[in-house]
């Protein structure tokens, strides 16, 4: 690391943040940048003590990983002007940096661009060398979460078949879904010879699996990829017994003797027909069984489907998919797309149109450059351009989406599937969001701990795709003053047309060659083809990333970010419903960037694993719970839960109409993110909606889809014109029964000021 330093130490430098300008001296160090300021305490000239006194410091340290952009102005030789750097963080601080000489500024922005687009590697990260203080060290944050002590605390076990669920080992050595957690809660009525057949059908093996179990409705929320139906329509009579496994697992004990002998039934009739026709063929596909099978299972399904809805045990249950629906229609030309609900005729399926990881990074985008003066300015940002951004529309859409699903299993006693394309982006933000809003539990510390990993972690977001732990030089950038504000790119052309016209060219050449590309090839399928990349013919270098840990631009995007500003919108709505404050929050995305402990470094649980993350680095979990008091929400209440008492119900909702900006994240004001103006237009651009709704059409194949320009009211098929307020208000008449808010195996929105320092 000390070889990509080209200074260590510059004095006298001007930094410019939040409008105000202080001079400090700058030091570079392997892992970070640290800005010390001198101050001398002013004491009257006759006081004693004003020739003893020595001299204040003030560090702010910023590790490397936060730099999201890099730019360097330098100066000709002659001019009045002087060199400077640009800054911005990933949490969103802007600074400016102005020098005394040239070529020291030049210095420091290649010792910078070295030590973080250059490390060549993750385990070059400062992860992998920090020395946790003695409190942290106490903790442990890696066993904090044992996946089969939280399926014990959702009534699911290895012993006890009871609950219709058990715990399959298939993949423990994550051979059969390298991308998913090792233990997966599936149907105890599904074997795992079926769940290999019936991972053939969904992307990236990502079969439907638990990951809630309602202890009131003992409902569930499952969650998978998206299935492999293409252009031709294929099916999977695997799939198809796996959902519905998973939608009638929990029956009442007189149906479920009676669905017994139908599943049992069904699955004779299949096997001996595949027995058969195997002996014949060894060729035949899981995905075009013979005609018999699949009428066989369909009526079956339809009368079992029948049998269920008598009991109302179940109502509706629901697939949904995140996608907006001409999103998922044109997956079907790379081999991928939706349910064909004719073969699923025990759910309807809705589309929730949320957008994919580029439209919410552009949306991310358009924020920063509202708000990118504010290292120089102390003006508002530009509200208009706040408000055109989406990024409030984003956030109310996942609200929107997690509060269907949560009625759908907290009010409506049905089971839901979640899937987007593969199952790692919007299908965690639905279902850890889903689950904030049902759970008492993950509103605690300890539980939203839980959460995270079992949500996020486990099942395989990509934490180092979207968050681009190892830089890239296209972040960095020379922008000279006599070009009147044109950016060169270290290496490439000072033609910032030609750069136009070749990523032009790349995307039309990607567009017209994405067919070509093999599924492993592409990246990931949650972009919705857009994230198709172009495979680079660049020779490597000696300090170049290694090709699966490089960073991707066009992979990254803030989802986990999302999914913390919905969570804010639900505290800041509840705020004595949730045992964390908004810092927690603000930390925990401070430190998914920081790279100074192990949890989000890599994409999954085997990539961990191999990466012997536990025992070469820190828990960020360590950090948190050795600080807790910090991080306690002062107006919590951590009385029973009672659904029969207003103001106590297990179930929590959100209101559309007071989704507003994070501003704290955004280091700004709440007058200046949330003023009127802002306020009212991004509200206009919501259809001033005060409640959650959607509309739901239904299609000939028995889809549903969202039409997001209809008046607000219908939830779903049937299902009347509720509003979100009056369900709220009259949830304490359902009777769901009483639970502790802390139960668990385990055991107001605070303003805090901006927080510099990284220790």
């Not at 499952?222 to 697992?249: H, M, W």
């Not at 919410?360 to 509200?383: F, T, W």
């Not at 060659?513 to 990246?523: D, L, R, V, Y």
């Not at 399928?525 to 066009?554: F, L, N, V």
Request: net charge neutral; with cysteine; charged share 25%.
């Amino acid at each position: 690391m000390a070889d990509k330093l080209r200074i260590a130490r510059v004095e006298d430098v001007q930094v410019s943040s939040g409008g105000e300008v202080s001079t400090v001296t700058l030091h570079l160090t392997a892992h970070h940048l640290i800005l010390v300021q001198y101050t001398t305490p002013s004491f009257p000239q006759s006081h004693k003590q004003a020739q003893h006194v020595k001299q204040a410091t003030r560090e702010s340290w910023f590790a490397y990983p936060m730099i999201a952009s890099c730019i360097f102005r330098p100066v000709p030789h002659g001019s009045t002007l002087k060199p400077s750097i640009r800054l911005r963080g990933r949490d969103f601080k802007f600074l400016t940096f102005i020098f005394e000489d040239d070529k020291e500024a030049r210095d420091v922005y290649e010792s910078i661009k070295g030590v973080t687009c250059h490390l060549g590697s993750i385990s070059k990260l400062y992860a992998f060398q920090y020395d946790s203080p003695p409190s942290e060290k106490k903790i442990c944050g890696w066993d904090f979460y044992d996946a089969r002590a939280e399926w014990k605390r959702q009534g699911i076990s290895d012993k006890s078949s009871d609950s219709g669920w058990r715990i399959s080992q298939i993949n423990t050595d994550y051979s059969f879904s390298p991308t998913y957690p090792a233990l997966l809660p599936v149907p105890a009525s599904i074997s795992d010879n079926t769940l290999n057949h019936a991972g053939r059908y969904r992307s990236r093996v990502r079969i439907p699996v638990l990951t809630y179990l309602h202890p009131i409705t003992k409902c569930s929320i499952t969650r998978s990829s998206q299935p492999l139906a293409g252009l031709r329509g294929n099916r999977s009579i695997q799939d198809e017994k796996l959902v519905y496994a998973c939608f009638s697992a929990f029956r009442v004990k007189d149906a479920r003797e009676s669905e017994c002998e139908t599943i049992t039934t069904v699955d004779t009739h299949i096997t001996s027909k595949q027995a058969n026709s195997r002996s014949k063929n060894s060729g035949t596909s899981v995905t075009n069984p013979s005609d018999e099978d699949n009428a066989a299972f369909s009526s079956a399904v339809e009368v079992a489907a029948q049998r269920l809805q008598s009991y109302g045990s179940q109502n509706h249950n629901l697939i949904v998919d995140a996608r907006p629906t001409v999103n998922a229609l044109a997956m079907q030309a790379v081999g991928l797309g939706s349910e064909n609900m004719d073969h699923y005729k025990f759910a309807s399926k809705i589309y929730l149109g949320i957008d994919n990881i580029h439209v919410m990074r552009d949306s991310l985008g358009k924020v920063i450059e509202a708000i990118k003066d504010s290292d120089i300015s102390k003006l508002p940002p530009n509200r208009e351009r706040l408000a055109k951004s989406g990024w409030l529309k984003h956030i109310t859409c996942l609200l929107e989406g997690s509060s269907l699903i949560a009625l759908q299993v907290g009010v409506k006693n049905s089971n839901v599937l979640i899937h987007c394309s593969d199952g790692w982006d919007r299908t965690s933000q639905l279902s850890a969001i889903t689950q904030i809003l049902l759970e008492p539990y993950y509103r605690t510390i300890d539980g939203f701990i839980v959460l995270v990993e079992k949500d996020w972690l486990a099942f395989g977001h990509m934490f180092q795709h979207r968050s681009g732990f190892l830089n890239c030089e296209k972040w960095f950038s020379i922008q000279n003053d006599a070009l009147a504000g044109s950016v060169i790119q270290p290496g490439g052309s000072s033609e910032g047309r030609g750069d136009a016209i070749e990523n032009a060219l790349l995307s039309a050449k990607r567009f017209f060659n994405k067919s070509n590309h093999s599924q492993e090839n592409t990246g990931e399928y949650d972009c919705d083809i857009q994230g198709i990349e172009e495979p680079t013919s660049r020779k490597s270098g000696r300090d170049d990333p290694i090709p699966k840990e490089a960073t991707k631009p066009r992979e990254t995007s803030p989802v986990f970010h999302q999914f913390l500003d919905a969570t804010y919108q639900i505290l800041y709505q509840h705020p004595t419903r949730f045992e964390f404050n908004e810092r927690f929050l603000r930390r925990l995305l401070y430190h998914l960037y920081s790279c100074q402990y192990g949890t989000f470094l890599y994409n999954n649980e085997k990539s961990r694993l191999d990466a012997r993350v536990r025992d070469r680095t820190a828990s960020v979990w360590d950090y948190f719970l050795s600080r807790r008091s910090e991080f306690t929400n002062k107006n919590y209440d951590s009385g029973i839960c009672d659904d029969r008492v207003k103001g106590k119900e297990r179930l929590i909702l959100p209101q559309s109409s007071k989704v507003r900006w994070w501003h704290e994240v955004f280091n700004r004001s709440d007058v200046d993110m949330n003023g009127p103006t802002c306020e009212d237009s991004e509200q206009n651009s919501l259809n001033n909606s005060d409640y959650i709704s959607a509309d739901i059409i239904s299609n000939k194949d028995g889809t549903a889809l969202v039409n997001q320009n209809a008046t607000k009211g219908a939830w779903l098929p049937n299902s009347g014109t509720n509003h979100l307020i009056g369900i709220q208000e009259g949830i304490s008449s359902l009777g769901l029964g009483v639970g502790k808010g802390l139960s668990g195996s385990r055991s107001s929105n605070d303003k805090q000021p901006v927080e510099i320092e990284m220790r």
